[in-house]
C-alpha cells in the first residue's frame, strides 16, 4: 500500500476515486506511483494497493483534470473500468475540474463593505 502525506490540501486540491478494470499487482502500484507523481498539479497523497480495483488520487484542479489522470493511466497500461456509474462519476469529475479551473482564473470579487468605483 502506498499512501503519502494525506492530509495537506490546498484550496483547488480534489480527491477522486477512480476504478480500475482490474486489480493491481505490487509491481502495477510502483507503475501507477510513477505514473501519477510525474503529472503537474498532482499531490503528494496517493492510495494505491495491491490487490485493488481502485486508487485514489488529489490533484490541483486548477492545473490539471480528471481526463488527463485518466488518460496517463490508460497510457501507461491501467484500463479504468467503463460501467455506467464510472462514466457518470467521470462526467461529474470533469464538471466539477472545469469548474474549478474557470474560479481560479476568476478575478477577485468586490468586497462587500466598500461601493463599486
Not at 484550496?11 to 476515486?17: F, N
Not at 495491491?50 to 489522470?69: E, F, H, P
Amino acid at each position: 500500500m502506498t499512501v503519502l502525506n494525506n492530509n495537506a490540501m490546498s484550496t483547488w486540491d480534489v480527491r477522486r476515486i477512480i476504478r480500475l478494470a482490474g486489480a493491481l499487482t505490487p509491481e502495477d502500484v510502483a507503475d501507477i506511483s510513477q505514473v501519477l507523481e510525474a503529472l503537474p498539479g498532482m499531490s503528494s497523497s496517493l492510495q494505491v494497493e495491491a490487490g485493488s480495483t481502485q486508487i485514489t488520487v488529489v490533484y490541483d484542479a486548477s492545473r490539471l483534470d480528471y481526463t488527463v489522470v485518466v488518460t496517463a493511466l490508460e497510457e501507461a497500461g491501467f484500463a479504468v473500468a467503463k460501467d455506467w456509474w464510472n462514466g457518470l462519476k467521470a462526467r461529474v469529475y470533469q464538471f466539477s475540474d472545469a469548474n474549478a479551473r474557470d474560479n481560479a482564473k476568476a478575478p477577485p470579487p468586490a468586497c462587500c463593505n466598500k461601493p463599486p468605483k
